[in-house]
Structures are given as structure tokens and as C-alpha cells.
T-cell receptor, first 116, second 111 residues
Framework: DGGITQSPKYLFRKEGQNVTLSCEQNLNHDAMYWYRQDPGQGLRLIYYSQIVNDFQKGDIAEGYSVSREKKESFPLTVTSAQKNPTAFYLC???????????????FGPGTRLTVT | QKEVEQNSGPLSVPEGAIASLNCTYSDRGSQSFFWYRQYSGKSPELIMFIYSNGDKEDGRFTAQLNKASQYVSLLIRDSQPSDSATYLCAVRNGGYNKLIFGAGTRLAVHP
């Protein structure tokens, strides 16, 4: 059964530490995305990638970095430069193969990051 | 003005009633519209998408799009307590598949 996995589900870090969130998909989707959700707010786009070895900044990229070395994987690093890193992080993918069309984005289960 | 606006709710409806959720957007060039359901503590789940003016039905759900008035709505017929969740409206505009999300409307269906 195809889908998107994110790990870990919960992550706790001390301020000043970098942390990497994992996102893997087996939907054969070309595009992948990272969003951040804060309580009572909509999702905000951090980074997106349309194809392997290429990615672009979203609306709130400062303090984050990504890589896209494989089609299936799009890890997000939250660096110590991110001022308010505590949030719910969501990975999504979209594509023309498998489930859906190129426009529909499907989400993984999310990682809840707490930085103290 | 926010790009995608939704009433935060909560919208409270009795079981069996029709729940009507609304969303307005600011960019006239918006092309695709999505409704996601998000249970508390969980990730969003895509439940409907609509690309053309008019209505689109899928089971108990109907999405309605009016591009001239720049609004999109979601109707849930025969509402069930299990429909209680936050419903996020998302809009795609521009050439790339970037979605702009509203803050969501919380729906509470009471028995």
C-alpha cells in the first residue's frame, strides 16, 4: 500500500541544536513539499521540490534546509537559526503517477517538534 | 487581506443535518481548490477537489465553486459525529503546484 511516512512522530530538542525530520514516499510522486502548522493557523510552505536534485524556497524557508537526492526522500533540517521551531511539520507529495493528478497533495502523518 | 479566508468556527450542527463550510480567496487567477479534513492531532486528509465552476459530488460531500464571486464551499450531508474535525480550504494559483491554505473551520456534529 503506497503512502508517505514521516519519522519520528514526536521529537524533542534543546535550543541551539539542529534536527533532521525524515519524509519518505512510495507513491512514485515527482513533487514533495514541507509545511509547518502552528496552532490555529493554516499550513505554511517551507520548501518544495519538483524533481530530484532540485528544490525551491517556500514562504518561510529561513532557518530550514532540505535535500532531494532520491525521488522517494525529502528530509528537512531545522537549524538553530530558526527562531520558533516548535511546530507540527507536515510532508506532502503530488504527482501524475499512482494516486491522484499532479495537483492533489497528499500528506504524511507529521512530526511534532518541541524545542526547549 | 488574507489570501484564503475561512470562518474559524466552531460550526455546530446536529447529527443528520447538512453542514455548510465556506471559503473565500483573493487571487482571481486561482485555478484549483481543495478541501482537507484534519482530526485533532492528525495530518490533513484530502476529501474533495474541484477545478471548474459548479458542483462536484462525492458521496455525502459536495464541493461548490463560484469563481466570479471567488468562493468555494463544502457541503456535508447527513452529518455524523465522526465528521467533527477541522476543515481546511486550499487554493492553487500560478503555474506551479503551490497551495495556499486557510486557517480552517472547526466543525462539531452533536448527537
Amino acid at each position: 500500500d503506497g503512502g508517505i511516512t514521516q519519522s519520528p512522530k514526536y521529537l524533542f530538542r534543546k535550543e541551539g541544536q539542529n534536527v533532521t525530520l525524515s519524509c519518505e514516499q512510495n507513491l512514485n510522486h515527482d513533487a514533495m513539499y514541507w509545511y509547518r502548522q502552528d496552532p490555529g493557523q493554516g499550513l505554511r510552505l517551507i520548501y518544495y521540490s519538483q524533481i530530484v536534485n532540485d528544490f525551491q524556497k517556500g514562504d518561510i524557508a529561513e532557518g530550514y534546509s532540505v535535500s532531494r537526492e532520491k525521488k522517494e526522500s525529502f528530509p528537512l533540517t531545522v537549524t538553530s537559526a530558526q527562531k520558533n521551531p516548535t511546530a507540527f511539520y507536515l510532508c506532502a507529495s503530488s504527482g501524475t503517477s499512482g494516486r491522484g493528478s499532479a495537483y492533489e497533495q497528499y500528506f504524511g502523518p507529521g512530526t511534532r517538534l518541541t524545542v526547549t | 487581506q488574507k489570501e484564503v479566508e475561512q470562518n474559524s468556527g466552531p460550526l455546530s450542527v446536529p447529527e443528520g443535518a447538512i453542514a455548510s463550510l465556506n471559503c473565500t480567496y483573493s487571487d482571481r487567477g486561482s485555478q484549483s481548490f481543495f478541501w482537507y479534513r484534519q482530526y485533532s492531532g492528525k495530518s490533513p486528509e484530502l476529501i474533495m477537489f474541484i477545478y471548474s465552476n459548479g458542483d462536484k459530488e462525492d458521496g455525502r460531500f459536495t464541493a461548490q465553486l463560484n469563481k466570479a464571486s471567488q468562493y468555494v464551499s463544502l457541503l456535508i450531508r447527513d452529518s455524523q459525529p465522526s465528521d467533527s474535525a477541522t476543515y481546511l480550504c486550499a487554493v492553487r494559483n500560478g503555474g506551479y503546484n503551490k497551495l495556499i491554505f486557510g486557517a480552517g473551520t472547526r466543525l462539531a456534529v452533536h448527537p
